[in-house]
Structures are given as C-alpha cells and as structure tokens.
Nanobody
Framework: EVQLVESGGGLVQAGGSLRLSCAGSGFSSDDYIIGWFRQAPGKGREGVSCITSKDGPSYYLHSVKGRFTISSDNAKKTIYLQMNSLKPEDTAVYYC?????????????WGPGTQVTVSS
C-alpha cells in the first residue's frame, strides 16, 4: 500500500523560505505522479504543484510560480517543495498525494499534512 508522510512545515515570517518533504513508500520510483495540495482555513483544497516520474515538474499554481519549486529524489522516493518568498496567503495545511493517472486527475493516496504558517 502506498504511504506518504509530509514534513518540513512550520512558522516563518513573510519573505522567508521552507522546504517541505514528502516521503513515500509502496510505489515504484520510476512510475509515479505526486502532487502537492494545500487547504487554508475556511477554504477549499487547491493544487499547488505536481511532478511525474517520466516528465518531471508538470504543474504550478499560478500564484506560486517563480516562488515554489517541486523536485524529486527517486532513490529516496521523496518529493520536495521548496517555498521561497512566502506570503501570509500561503498559510495552509500542505498535503502530498499520489496517483498513477495524471496531475489533473484523481489522487488515490494522501499524507496526513503539514502546517505552514506565514506571519506578516
């Protein structure tokens, strides 16, 4: 069974940086699609970024382009989300999720999430 665990969240001032990690198991390191999502209080979940084992980074939410970078270490089955120039509106619980479908499709497995809080 696929399992995902996020880490790296925390409290940071506006303009600061954090690197989130998504440690995975139960899937092939050369056949996966991992997405990062976030959900802010009182708001719906939104897709932040996505990476595929075949094509690399495949999607960034418009509001994070140029600030966030997704990457992977296939040997460790770990996906990273480097977040720079953080803004208070980036405050949310961040989740990683797995699918074998597509970045725009349904994600089957989810991690428990990690809290990111950006203070102004």
């Amino acid at each position: 069974e696929v399992q995902l665990v996020e880490s790296g969240g925390g409290l940071v001032q506006a303009g600061g940086s954090l690197r989130l990690s998504c440690a995975g198991s139960g899937f092939s390191s050369d056949d996966y699609i991992i997405g990062w999502f976030r959900q802010a209080p009182g708001k719906g979940r939104e897709g932040v970024s996505c990476i595929t084992s075949k094509d690399g980074p495949s999607y960034y939410l418009h509001s994070v382009k140029g600030r966030f970078t997704i990457s992977s270490d296939n040997a460790k089955k770990t996906i990273y989300l480097q977040m720079n120039s953080l803004k208070p509106e980036d405050t949310a619980v961040y989740y990683c999720a797995y699918t074998r479908g597509s970045c725009s499709g349904y994600f089957d497995y989810w991690g428990p999430g990690t809290q990111v809080t950006v203070s102004s």
